[in-house]
C-alpha cells in the first residue's frame, strides 16, 4: 500500500519536508542561528504572517513549526472558509487549551483574502494567546491585512528559491523516481520555476512520466521532455540559445531598437519565459544603460515590474512591450555603472577609512569634546542649499568617480549641478570640490 502511495503522490507532495533539516532556502529564517529555529528550539511560537510568492514553502513551513513546537494545528484556507469556520476552530483551540494545556497553531492561507470583519473576529484569540496564528500571503500583507492584526504578528519574509536550491530539489526528485536527467534539462528546470519549488517539481515529475512513457524506465529525461512538460512552451531549442535569447533581447533594448526588442521579448514569451524575470531584467537595465539620461527610465521599468505581479500573464505582455519599446527609445548612459565600478575599485583597495571629524555623529553626549560634528557646515543655511565642503575621507580628497556623458538628460542634470556648486569653469572643464 505504501509503495502505492509512494508511486501515485507527486514529486511536490512526496519531498515535502517533515522537519527544519529537510527544509531548501529560506536559510535566514531556519537556519542555524535563523528566528524560526529559534523559536522551535524554545518549543514557543508567537503569532507570525509568512509572506512570499508561490512555491516558497510557506505552508510547509507552518506545518513544521507547529509540529515541531508540540502544538496542534488548525488549517483554513480563507478562499473557502467562513466566519463559522473560524468560529468552529476557535472553539476547538479554546477547549484543548483547557482540557489539555496543549496550546493551537491557526494556520490560515491566503490569510489576505479574509475580509475585515473576518480578520476582526481572529483578534481577541490571537491576544489572549488562544490560539496562535499563522497566515500565509502571496500579497503584501501591510496592503491586505488590517493594522490590528498586523500589531499582534511578526513579520516573515520568504524568498524565492536560487537555482542551485532548485537543482538539489530536482535531484532529491530523480533519486525518489529512480530517473536521470541531462545538464541541459535541468538547467530548464530551474531557470524556468521562477524560484517556484512546487512549479519546478511538478515539471519534473511530468517530464518523468513522459520520458519512461516513450523510452521506458530508467531512461535520461532531456530537454525536449521538459519542453514537453511545460506544453512546448519553453525551450524550444538547447538552453545556451534560450540565454543567447536573453541576451539579444537586453542589447536591443541597449541599442535603441524598439523592433528588435519587441521581437525578442515575444519571442522569450512564447518560449516559456517568466515574465517576472523578463522585469527584473529590464530593471537592472534601467540603471546599468540608461540611468541619468532619463531618471524615469527606473521608474517605467520598476511600475511595469510591479505592475507584472499584479496583473500576471497574459496582460503582462502588454506592460512589458510598453516598457521594453519605452526604455528602447529612451537615451542611454553608462555613467552611473562606471561610477559604481570606479568607487567599487576605490573602496576595496583603500583599507581603513576614516570618517573626517566634521561629518561624525555629533548628537550624543561628549561627541563636542573630541570635536565630533562640530564644524559641520549645514546646506540648507546657504544660498542655493550647498556650500563648499569636504565629505570624501582624507585619503580621498579630491577624488573623481562620477565621470558624466551628455546624453539626454544626464546633460541638464550636470549643469545645473555645476551651476548651483560653482564647479564651470570657463573654459567647460569642471574644478573638483575640496
Known amino acids: 500500500m505504501a509503495q502505492r502511495l509512494k508511486q501515485a503522490a507527486p514529486l511536490a507532495e512526496l519531498l515535502r519536508p517533515r522537519t527544519l533539516d529537510e527544509v531548501v532556502g529560506q536559510s535566514h529564517l ?70 489539555r494545556g496543549q496550546k493551537t497553531v491557526l494556520f490560515i492561507d491566503e490569510v489576505h483574502r479574509f475580509n475585515k470583519s473576518q480578520q476582526d473576529l481572529l483578534l481577541p484569540a490571537t491576544e489572549s494567546g488562544e490560539i496562535v496564528l499563522i497566515g500565509a500571503t502571496t500579497e503584501n500583507p501591510y496592503f491586505e491585512v488590517n493594522a490590528a492584526l498586523m500589531s499582534r504578528c ?16 530536482a535531484h532529491r526528485g530523480l533519486e525518489l523516481r529512480n530517473a536521470s536527467a541531462s545538464v541541459e534539462a535541468l538547467s530548464a528546470v ?7 519549488a512546487r512549479g519546478a517539481l ?18 535520461q529525461v532531456t530537454v525536449e521532455h521538459i519542453a514537453q512538460a511545460r506544453d512546448g512552451r519553453l525551450y524550444h531549442q538547447s538552453a545556451d540559445t534560450h540565454y543567447d535569447q536573453v541576451s539579444a533581447f537586453i542589447k536591443s533594448v541597449r541599442g535603441s531598437d524598439p523592433d528588435a526588442a519587441l521581437y525578442w521579448l515575444v519571442t522569450l514569451l512564447e518560449s516559456g519565459e517568466s515574465a517576472r524575470f523578463l522585469a527584473r531584467r529590464l530593471v537592472i537595465l534601467a540603471s546599468e544603460d540608461i540611468g541619468l539620461a532619463d531618471p524615469m527610465g527606473l521608474l517605467v ?23 521594453t519599446i519605452t526604455l528602447a527609445l ?14 567599487t575599485q576605490a573602496v576595496q583597495a583603500g583599507g581603513h577609512i576614516e570618517v573626517p571629524d566634521h561629518l ?26 550647498w556650500v563648499n565642503q569636504q565629505y570624501l575621507p582624507d585619503g580621498q580628497k579630491g577624488a573623481r568617480f562620477f565621470d558624466p556623458s551628455f546624453y539626454g538628460r544626464e546633460q541638464a542634470l550636470v549643469e545645473q549641478w555645476r551651476r548651483r556648486t560653482g564647479q564651470t569653469d570657463t573654459d567647460g572643464t569642471t574644478t573638483p570640490v575640496e
Do not use: C
Open 30 to 99: 531556519v537556519g542555524p542561528d535563523g528566528p524560526l529555529r529559534s523559536f522551535v528550539g524554545a518549543q514557543q511560537l508567537t503569532s507570525m504572517i509568512l509572506w512570499g510568492p508561490a512555491g516558497t514553502g510557506k505552508t510547509t513551513l507552518a506545518r513544521i513549526l507547529a509540529t515541531s513546537a508540540g502544538y496542534a494545528t488548525e488549517s483554513l484556507s480563507a478562499v473557502t472558509g467562513g466566519v463559522k469556520d473560524v468560529r468552529e476552530a476557535l472553539s476547538r483551540a479554546h477547549d484543548r487549551l483547557g482540557e
Open 190 to 196: 530551474t531557470s524556468s520555476a521562477d524560484g517556484d
Open 154 to 169: 511578526t513579520l516573515w519574509r520568504l524568498k524565492p528559491l536560487t537555482e542551485a536550491e532548485l537543482l538539489t530539489l
Open 360 to 385: 561624525r555623529d555629533g548628537h550624543y553626549r561628549g561627541a563636542s569634546e573630541i570635536g565630533f560634528g562640530t564644524n559641520y557646515q549645514y546646506p540648507h543655511d546657504f544660498d542655493d542649499g
Open 202 to 219: 511538478t515539471t519534473l515529475d511530468t517530464a518523468i512520466i513522459l520520458a519512461h512513457a516513450q523510452s521506458g524506465i530508467g531512461t
Open 330 to 343: 529612451l537615451p542611454k548612459s553608462n555613467a552611473v555603472t562606471r561610477a559604481l565600478g570606479a568607487v
Open 301 to 323: 521599468a520598476e511600475s511595469a515590474a510591479r505592475a507584472v505581479e499584479f496583473v500576471g500573464l497574459p496582460e503582462a505582455r502588454l506592460t512589458l512591450a510598453h516598457a
